[in-house]
């Protein structure tokens, strides 16, 4: 089973990113790179090699659908796994989602205290 040790998070929301970057570092003990847009992350990305990404689906000039579209053509990002944050979660827009390659959507607002057990499961569940 494979571990999940890096995670890049996207989110153009700094509240959001400061209360998930300590959820995912503190509770769930992963490493963590934030981005605070789609362009942030492209240009970052290369060097960090993360075993997850997690992709805000609203945020400006780059979203989420079109971030994920741009990683996948970047060498070596084409399998790594992403999951969607979001709080449009109907289950149309969820497939919708998955339909563009995600493994799972996170809904927004998210616990904090649950977030890191909410990403190992999906990590658990798809890939390890």
């Given at each position: 089973?494979?571990?999940?040790?890096?995670?890049?998070?996207?989110?153009?929301?700094?509240?959001?990113?400061?209360?998930?970057?300590?959820?995912?570092?503190?509770?769930?003990?992963?490493?963590?790179?934030?981005?605070?847009?789609?362009?942030?992350?492209?240009?970052?990305?290369?060097?960090?090699?993360?075993?997850?990404?997690?992709?805000?689906?609203m945020?400006?000039?780059?979203?989420?659908?079109?971030?994920?579209?741009?990683?996948?053509?970047?060498?070596?990002?084409?399998?790594?796994?992403?999951?969607?944050?979001?709080?449009k979660?109907?289950?149309?827009?969820?497939?919708?989602?998955?339909?563009?390659?995600?493994?799972?959507?996170?809904?927004?607002?998210?616990?904090?205290?649950?977030?890191?057990?909410?990403?190992?499961?999906?990590?658990?569940?798809?890939?390890?």
């Amino acid at each position: 089973m494979a571990e999940l040790k890096r995670i890049m998070y996207v989110e153009d929301e700094p509240d959001i990113r400061a209360v998930a970057e300590l959820a995912l570092v503190s509770v769930g003990g992963v490493e963590v790179m934030l981005c605070e847009s789609g362009e942030d992350a492209l240009a970052r990305v290369d060097g960090f090699q993360p075993d997850l990404i997690l992709l805000d689906v609203m945020m400006p000039r780059l979203d989420g659908p079109e971030t994920l579209q741009a990683l996948r053509q970047k060498p070596g990002l084409a399998e790594v796994p992403v999951a969607f944050m979001t709080a449009k979660v109907q289950s149309s827009e969820v497939e919708s989602y998955k339909a563009l390659g995600a493994i799972d959507v996170i809904a927004k607002p998210f616990d904090p205290m649950t977030l890191s057990d909410k990403v190992q499961g999906i990590w658990d569940q798809h890939v390890g």
